[in-house]
């Protein structure tokens, strides 16, 4: 069963997740689980996603599989402020899917800057696009966006500036055409900033059909 932590304590734990995780263990209660890293109770009580997706500029469909709630949020903040590889490659497995993934379809992962990318050690995005790709034969292009590091990044902004700012965040160096089927992966969506601006990128380069596949949205 899930238990109540308080506020900060999935942060706290960060550092012991890894040997939870080893061990297959469910990252949220410690409980034996086999093979999978969350037990059946734990799995049945995170925040489903149940309402209508938000709809977003330059977007076909959007797949969200959690509310960004407790412990979601706790987790999300957990593997990437905590640099938890191994809890990031659980979090990889709730990943919603889609019925029309195909080995033509691209996956392109949220791209994070140089800086972030050298301190954190991993892309949380490119890893959830590996568990997806593992799943379902998609490709991954993670090289024909690139994130500026100069500006400031998202999560440190109100819903106005990150519109104004998501405009100049990212920038395309794509060596040919987009895919015609692109799925932007994210972890986190709160105003849809990021994915519409990387829609139109997108769009501007050939896609002809773009969705996003989301572990998580801001209700």
Not at 132 to 138: E, W
Request: charged share 25%.
């Amino acid at each position: 069963m899930l238990r109540n932590f308080s506020r900060s304590s999935i942060l706290r734990r960060g550092g012991i997740l890894d040997n939870w995780l080893d061990n297959n263990r469910c990252v949220l209660c410690t409980n034996a689980t086999n093979t999978n890293p969350w037990c059946d109770a734990c799995l049945g009580s995170l925040p489903a996603w149940t309402r209508e997706p938000p709809r977003f500029p330059g977007l076909d469909n959007v797949t969200i599989g959690y509310r960004y709630e407790y412990p979601i949020d706790r987790l999300i903040q957990a593997a990437k402020y905590r640099r938890n590889f191994l809890l990031a490659t659980a979090m990889a497995t709730l990943l919603p899917l889609t019925d029309n993934l195909s080995a033509r379809t691209v996956l392109y992962p949220v791209p994070v800057s140089k800086w972030r990318l050298q301190r954190r050690g991993f892309n949380q995005t490119r890893i959830f696009a590996d568990s997806i790709k593992r799943r379902t034969g998609c490709s991954i292009d993670e090289v024909s966006i690139h994130k500026r590091s100069w500006l400031k990044d998202q999560s440190a902004l109100d819903a106005r500036a990150r519109k104004r700012n998501a405009t100049k965040l990212f920038i395309g160096k794509f060596s040919g055409a987009a895919a015609q089927h692109a799925v932007i992966i994210d972890d986190v969506i709160t105003t849809g900033a990021t994915v519409s601006t990387l829609a139109r990128l997108l769009r501007a380069h050939g896609a002809e059909r773009i969705d996003v596949i989301a572990l998580s949205a801001v209700t």
